[in-house]
């Protein structure tokens, strides 16, 4: 795991839509997992804004979301699958046949879930993971205690989870549905590549648990302590309750892969 520490929100986005941008370039086919949430708007802008500009083609994506509300129909406005078409899908013309998210309107759940495992599995697997940090660690809705083997499946979300999740149902937690379909940890760990983003103090003491304390179901993010392949960028508020950060900037500003990064102020 590397941790970028960034010097605002914005230059935190910036940097993980340049890194999808990278990616997209090295592998136009590319098979991006997306998260949901405010974390991730700007994200998805900065993507919109460089395909519209010219300077990524992302038409040739396949993409798979973590999780969707189970009970909400697509066309819901509080959905995900609605989120989606309008921050990333419709404006970068990807078609819907490549646009994937649970079926958590599904009569049969688990079937869903195992087909969305092997949906996953018949387009080789996901090439880059977007994450956000839940307020608990969560990773996706994989709440405390879910099993680090996880696969997609049904979870009951906390209510916690719920008044975090608010805005979008009025601010009201108790208009947030109960229960989810959502992306495994073991799942989320198969892809070859993960990026999360965490900002804002609000995250910064979930973040020192997610990435320098144990490893534990408690908080699921711990998991990706494991990954092989996994940068978390933050910025400086999400940063403060890291007791790393001189190693975290030492390497950011040593590493010869991120020198093109270093070389760009807005990011």
């Known amino acids: ?65 973590l999780d969707e509300y ?37 009569v049969d759940l688990a079937a869903a879930a195992a087909a969305y495992e092997q949906r996953i599995a018949s387009v080789g ?28 499946r049904e979870k009951a979300l906390t209510p916690q989870t719920r008044q975090q999740n608010a805005e979008l149902f009025g601010g009201d ?20 590549e993960v990026v999360m983003l965490v900002t804002g103090a609000a995250k910064a003491g979930v973040l020192a648990a997610a990435t320098e304390g144990p490893i534990t179901a408690r908080i699921s993010a711990t998991a990706l302590q494991l990954h092989r392949r996994c940068v978390v960028v933050v910025d400086e508020a999400a940063a403060a309750g890291l007791e790393g950060t001189e190693y975290y900037r030492f390497i950011y500003a040593e590493e010869p892969e991120w020198a093109p990064y270093r070389a760009d102020p807005a990011l």
């Open 173 to 192: 937690p108790e208009a947030v549905p109960k229960r989810a379909v959502t992306m495994g940890v073991g799942t989320i760990l198969d892809a070859r």
């Open 70 to 106: 189970v009970g909400l129909p697509p066309d819901d406005p509080r959905s995900y699958r609605h989120y989606m078409r309008e921050q990333l899908f419709e404006p970068v013309g990807l078609p819907p046949g490549r646009t994937h998210l649970p079926d958590a309107m599904a």
């Open 1 to 65: 795991m590397e941790i970028i520490i960034r010097p605002t929100a914005a230059h935190a986005a910036r940097l993980v839509a340049r890194l999808v941008v990278a990616r997209v370039h090295a592998k136009p086919q590319l098979v991006l997992g997306c998260a949901t949430g405010r974390t991730m708007d700007p994200v998805y802008a900065e993507l919109v804004a460089a395909h519209r500009a010219g300077t990524v083609d992302l038409s040739g994506l396949t993409t798979f979301n």
């Open 125 to 152: 697997g996901i090439d880059l993971q977007l994450l956000g940090l839940g307020a608990t660690g969560h990773i996706g809705f994989n709440e405390p205690l879910s099993s680090l083997m996880s696969r997609t």
